[in-house]
């Protein structure tokens, strides 16, 4: 009887220890304590450059920064596609999908893009370094994440991310491998580059296409580098 007594004076505010989580369904609005920003650039300075938080003026830091990133950019190691020129556009303003690739290289990250409004991820590097997770929110405004990535996630294609970003380069893989263009190969010769680095030729049972061999033994080669 006691406890039925107890349990009826309880105004059971228990509930309110809850942490809410920006990966429950329908949960859009930023965390209204944490700095937001216009370009998703600011969120790699923020997250790296020491000065920026004690900057009096956050925009002239980042500016500033960008500048000095773009007038010391070495790309002997990237793709040709990748040019020294597209970066330095890129980094000149604002939300431009080369400089997001650019900066995991310069600040030795894995930027991890979450769309608050779609509920999607995106990936915007394979290489293993600190993971920094942006994300955009319904305000057109970016937040750094500092929750942990849930273990399941399933990265949707980039291509979604032209809604958000200036997407000036149709791929994250932008580092050089040892492997010539598609056309000088054979598909034998393929299958056997593939089998010295353990890359199945076949997939849910059929043999692979020229295409998605070459696709994934770029990818274990580009991956190597990294």
């Not at 997770?133 to 949707?156: K, L, R």
């Amino acid at each position: 009887m006691e406890l039925i007594n107890e349990l009826k004076e309880n105004n059971h505010t228990f509930t309110s220890k809850i942490r809410d989580s920006l990966f429950i369904e329908g949960h859009v609005n930023m965390d209204e304590s944490k700095e937001s920003y216009k370009d998703i650039c600011e969120c790699f300075i923020a997250n790296n450059e020491i000065e920026y938080s004690t900057h009096p003026s956050k925009d002239t830091f980042t500016n500033t920064k960008k500048l000095e990133i773009a007038s010391d950019i070495d790309n002997s190691t990237f793709t040709k596609t990748f040019s020294k020129n597209m970066i330095q556009r890129g980094l000149q303003k604002d939300n431009h999908y080369s400089s997001v690739l650019y900066l995991n290289h310069y600040y030795k990250v894995k930027c991890v893009i979450y769309n608050s409004v779609t509920h999607k991820y995106y990936k915007t590097s394979v290489k293993e370094a600190p993971t920094l997770v942006c994300m955009f929110g319904n305000n057109n405004q970016w937040t750094i994440m500092n929750e942990d990535i849930p273990q399941d996630i399933v990265y949707s294609a980039n291509d979604d991310l032209e809604h958000i970003l200036t997407m000036d380069s149709n791929t994250y893989m932008i580092f050089k491998t040892d492997l010539l263009a598609i056309g000088k190969y054979k598909v034998a010769e393929l299958e056997g580059k593939a089998k010295e680095l353990d890359i199945p030729l076949t997939i849910n049972g059929k043999k692979k296409t020229k295409k998605t061999l070459y696709e994934d033994i770029n990818l274990k080669l580009y991956q190597q580098l990294i």
